[in-house]
């Protein structure tokens, strides 16, 4: 099992920056793919950005803002954001896929982009 705890969330006008942590803790060595993923209120959770083996995949909306990147020793993910606009506002997922087939959420962090 994995454990993951996001943390950095928080209210910004737009045009700010913003750091997402996820902190994953069990079985690390076992995660074959790690992303993040976002949910707006009466929307469908979509992909933000994953890593997996094959490379890392953005999702248009954030291409050129958004940075995924990792602390090894700290077995943590960091999602750097900038020129956040409004329409970014969400809670924001860590996932990661274990052994590559059974997938571990946190529990969010929410995301608030307001002038």
């Known amino acids: 099992q994995v454990q993951l705890v996001e943390s950095g969330g928080g209210s910004v006008q737009p045009g700010g920056s913003l750091r997402l942590s996820c902190v994953a803790s069990g079985d690390t060595m076992g995660i074959s793919a790690m992303g993040w993923y976002r949910q707006a209120p009466g929307k469908e959770r979509e992909l933000v950005v994953v890593?997996?083996?094959?490379?890392?995949n953005y999702a248009d909306s954030v291409k050129g803002r958004f940075t995924i990147s990792r602390d090894n020793t700290k077995h943590t993910w960091y999602l750097q954001m900038n020129t956040l606009k409004p329409e970014d506002s969400a809670g924001y997922y860590c996932?990661?896929?274990?052994?590559?087939?059974?997938?571990?959420w946190g529990q969010g962090t929410q995301v608030t982009v307001s002038s």
């Open positions: 996932n990661a896929l274990l052994h590559g087939n059974v997938d571990y």
């Open positions: 890593v997996t083996s094959a490379g890392t």
